[in-house]
């Protein structure tokens, strides 16, 4: 996969419809829809291609003097938690900070309306938004808007020449296998059977939501995780196999 920058504001149009036409369930509204394709004109646009084919894409547009707004952002249903819109939005935020801006925010519909739009909430989140502000009536009364923020330095943090610190997104095939250990289950949670996927999701959910949580690379590998909780807790969690 490669992701590259846009400058042709008519690829930038093309790609957007392509994409968002494949994707009814969130921009199933025709005016909507066009909204975001004519609104990519002018703008920091981003696109991730397999070969030559587009699979995702990811605009900015400028909210204030210091803040840049993802815009929109999508990805092919079969492309989905393969890491793409993590990818997008890492380019985007290093774009973002090049042009200057302070703060970077999205929004979406309020978790706990819609499931696919929880979804979306917790893949924001994982990659360290926080909530902001809920505005109720900015769409309708039926889909209230989840203003997120983030401040632009949020990033990877190095330890040392070998240990790297890189934040929290969904990769539940490498990092359930940390928690298939009973002895770590039993240090992490004092219990005697090993992590269901049910249950990691809901973990890190719950850390993203309450604190920060990093992943743990080694020599370029991922080796655990360590979440920094809003009350200054910190848990630490290493596989027993680092080579």
Avoid at 169 to 178: D, F, G, I, T
Avoid at 223 to 241: K, M, P, Q, T, Y
Wanted: contains cysteine; aromatic residues 12%; negative net charge.
């Amino acid at each position: 996969m490669l992701i590259k920058q846009i400058d042709s504001d008519a690829e930038k149009g093309n790609i957007t419809r392509t994409i968002l036409e494949a994707l009814p369930d969130w921009f199933g509204i025709p005016q909507a829809r066009e909204e975001y394709i004519a609104g990519s004109r002018g703008k920091p646009f981003f696109c991730a291609f397999d070969a030559e084919r587009p699979v995702g894409f990811l605009y900015l547009k400028e909210t204030g003097r210091h803040t840049v707004e993802v815009a929109v952002m999508g990805v092919a249903r079969e492309c989905h938690r393969q890491g793409i819109g993590r990818s997008l939005f890492e380019q985007a935020r290093e774009k973002a900070g090049q042009m200057g801006y302070s703060f970077i925010q999205v929004k979406t519909v309020q978790m706990g309306r819609y499931d696919i739009y929880d979804d979306t909430n917790r893949f924001y989140l994982s990659l360290g938004f926080r909530e902001l502000e809920v505005f109720p009536a900015l769409w309708d009364e039926a889909n209230p808007c989840q203003v997120y923020i983030m401040s632009i330095d949020k990033c990877q943090r190095r330890v040392d020449d070998d240990i790297l610190l890189e934040p929290y997104y969904p990769n539940e095939s490498v990092a359930l296998e940390w928690y298939q250990d009973k002895e770590v289950c039993r240090q992490v949670d004092n219990i005697d059977h090993v992590y269901s996927l049910d249950r990691l999701r809901a973990m890190y959910d719950f850390l993203s939501a309450h604190g920060q949580c990093f992943y743990i690379q080694y020599q370029g590998k991922l080796i655990g995780d360590v979440s920094l909780r809003d009350n200054s807790e910190i848990a630490i969690v290493v596989c027993r196999d680092i080579h």
